[in-house]
């Protein structure tokens, strides 16, 4: 890329920085340093701001780079991770929204908790929201490196690493000094600034054509190398009964995962009132509803104009198809506005990078502070204490995120947070259903959920030909692949609730029938709750 794009997009992300971080000194200098301030924001938002924030915790780099790099390299095949990502938020809203603000305080662990002996609970949910909270971060990590390679040339794996480690840096002082209210503002923000580029690219690329959605699609199929392949089913999931097994294993993975996924849970207790949490989730159905429809256009679009092999070319993930497609659209690598708007798409995919790491941050370093923590020392641990332990967790979490982001950068970013998914599908939705629906189900029945999901889906991820024994592994030398499927959802997902079951119907103690019903109660009715 020429001087002008780096200089013109590295102004824009430092205004972006510079905005964010005024927004996180302010609100650090209006808290009461209470846990509730620090986890939910003294829970004072509205539900059309508690909608944008969500949608700007749901709109990650694997949605604006990821699935639209998927989309211009795969066609058909690329366009389900949009389907399944939108989906999702019908199991959200009409299973747990309300519900989990009615029955929680914080966190995943305190919906369990309420009808279940507190320490084992707490420990199982804790560990395994911070494993899902950390396999995201990786993914908004790989992002941002591909991100910054491609604006430096995509030639320093220097300045790759050190966007990383600036990322993770920048996470965790967001986190540290303005808890939730500050990721909150940080993520309307960015919601409103990926929407808006979203939508004029999207209008770029329909007067390109004319308006001619057709022309489009053919144009992209020509220009794909697969001809009417790349718009038929198959191209990346049909090779054969393993690919086609991936594919149901990645969309059970994806349906299921967000209404398990730590960060997403957390934000429905920021808001006053149950109703407020269903309503806020009807507000991010219609951004995310609409963002996703517009990933379609850009991704056959990216394929369309700028073509598959140069996308391919650039990142061999597809990662930067988007900001490719700007620059073309702009008028090319040597223009004015091409410069501009490569520029302005650059510095928005990283401010919806560094929004989305803050709010998984916080979300982890909530389940180390809340559940961990306060389990381990439940008789000495104070509010303000286990804020401060949130807040070194926070760094903690960071230089793990940053680790793991190194290792991984030459992963697609929809595809790395189609593992996190898998996970949290696995390990916190049985655990959560359970809870909120069975009458029988015990403490022991909680734990073995939580286990029998995370540490099947874990060892079938390491075990996959995502870890080792292919050229695009993470350790492509070295081969232990014994599991075929690159996603372990259809394998780990039934563990998760037949482990359950199994912990349920063999644990000696009886099952609470009078918290369950106080649980019931609370959960319908709002009654009792926080």
Known sequence: MTGDHQTLALLLFGVFVAVTLAITTWVSRNRHGSAEEFYAGGRLFSPMENGFAIAGDYMSAASFLGISGLIALFGYDGLLYSVGFLVAWLVVLFLVAELVRNCGRFTLADVVAARMKERPVRIAAGTSSVTVSVLYLVA????????????????????????????GALMVIYVSLGGMRATTWIQIVKAVLLMCGAIALTVLVLVRFHGDFDQLLRTAADRSGHGSQFLAPGLKYGGDWTSRLDFISLGLALVLGTAGLPHILSRFYTVPTARAARRSVVWSIGLIGSFYLMTIVLGFGAAAIVGSDAVRGSNAAGNTAVPLLALDLGGGADSTGGTVLFAIVAA??????????????LASSASVAHDLYASLRRKHAKPRSEVAVARLAAAGIGVVAIGLGLLARDLNVAFLVGLAFAVAASANLPVLLYSLFWRNFTTRGAVWSVYGG?????????????????????????????????????????????????????????????KHAET????LTGAGAV
Request: hydrophobic letters at 50%.
């Open 520 to 523: 019931e109660v609370r959960s």
């Open 348 to 361: 928005i995919a990283f401010a919806t990078i560094l929004a989305v790491v803050a709010g998984i941050t």
């Open 140 to 167: 908004q990590m790989v992002g941002a490196g591909s991100l910054v390679a491609l604006l430096l040339g995509g030639t320093s794996g220097a300045a790759q690493a050190w966007t990383v480690i600036g990322v």
């Open 454 to 514: 995370l540490v099947p889906s874990l060892v079938l991820v390491v075990l996959s030909p995502v870890v080792s024994g292919g050229p695009s592994s993470l350790f492509p030398g070295m081969d232990f692949q014994y599991f075929p499927l690159e996603n372990p959802g259809l394998v780990s997902i039934p563990l998760g609730f037949l482990a359950g079951w199994l912990g349920t119907v063999t644990s000696p103690e009886p099952a609470d029938e009078a």
